[in-house]
């Protein structure tokens, strides 16, 4: 992961976090500034989208939706929301095709249920939703899904990126700081020997040199590992992969030319962002 891609993720994670804590004004500065650098980056164009929204500004918000609907086409949460923006509009019609869309995707995405069910219900006046999708996981993630998953993965049409320094932390459930313990303890012990036999020039050297070894090497070397166990390791298994999404740090890329997109933990939907490769693989099946 090159450090651009590190810091839209921190970027990312920060303004979100503001978001959930309703300080809306500095998420959306927030959203605009990862834009500025990032235009394209459809998490981002999503959620000022939803936040433009929240603040009232139906209009940019539509056209916000829209725009991330075509970089995220099956994603279940861009499309309720885009419903909501639309139905603030007045454009009824749209707003209904849009939820409609949305259930194809996650047929059990609880908001686009409530709103149609609503929108339905009251022949175009319904009362909005409490809030809009802020790109939560369901509850029900079924194994078939992260099945489906880890073999789009495998078949190279998914990838992951994800943030080394989070993940290896104490409380990951991917941790593996133990790996390289021994190399700490060994670089301790060279520094130290080469403090006491050759003096304070000599042991800064030798440990700004094993530093540097560590991080031209150890560090690599981490990634690779960490990589190889959560592909092996937690899309292979559902609690894990679970716990591992909700901690966040992650981010699943599509590496198919046809539909490019992304689902950024801990509050992309994962899901819906599986199961429209898998809608796609079926249409073009039938």
Not at 109 to 119: E, I, K, M
Request: glycine share 10%.
């Amino acid at each position: 992961m090159t450090g651009s891609v590190l810091e839209t993720a921190s970027a990312l994670a920060a303004a979100q976090a503001r978001h959930r804590a309703g300080e809306i004004a500095e998420a959306i500065a927030a959203y605009r500034d990862i834009l500025a650098r990032e235009p394209d980056n459809p998490t981002a164009v999503h959620l000022l989208g939803v936040a433009s929204l929240q603040t009232g500004d139906a209009e940019a918000a539509a056209g916000l939706l829209e725009r991330a609907q075509r970089l995220m086409p099956a994603n279940a949460d861009v499309l309720n929301n885009l419903g909501e923006a639309l139905r603030v509009l007045g454009r009824h019609d749209e707003a209904i095709n849009a939820y409609r869309a949305a259930l194809v995707v996650a047929p059990d995405h609880a908001g686009a249920v409530g709103n149609l069910a609503r929108y339905e219900g009251s022949g175009g006046d319904a009362t909005p939703a409490a809030e809009p999708s802020l790109a939560r996981p369901r509850a029900k993630e079924e194994p078939n899904t992260r099945a489906a998953l880890k073999a789009l993965v495998d078949s190279g049409r998914i990838d992951f990126a994800f943030d080394l320094a989070r993940l290896d932390s104490m409380d990951s459930p991917v941790a593996m700081q133990s790996d390289l313990a021994k190399y700490f303890i060994l670089l301790i012990v060279v520094a130290g020997l080469a403090f006491w036999f050759g003096g304070l020039w000599i042991g800064i050297a030798t440990t700004l040199v094993g530093v540097g070894i560590y991080q031209m090497l150890g560090r690599p070397y981490q990634r690779r590992r960490l990589y190889a166990r959560i592909r092996a390791e937690a899309l292979a298994d559902d609690l894990l992969w679970r716990q591992l999404w909700r901690f966040g740090g992650l981010r699943l890329i599509s590496r198919d030319p046809a539909r490019p997109g992304e689902c950024v933990a801990p509050d992309g939907d994962w899901i819906g962002f599986t199961r429209g490769f898998a809608v796609e693989s079926q249409g073009a099946k039938d």
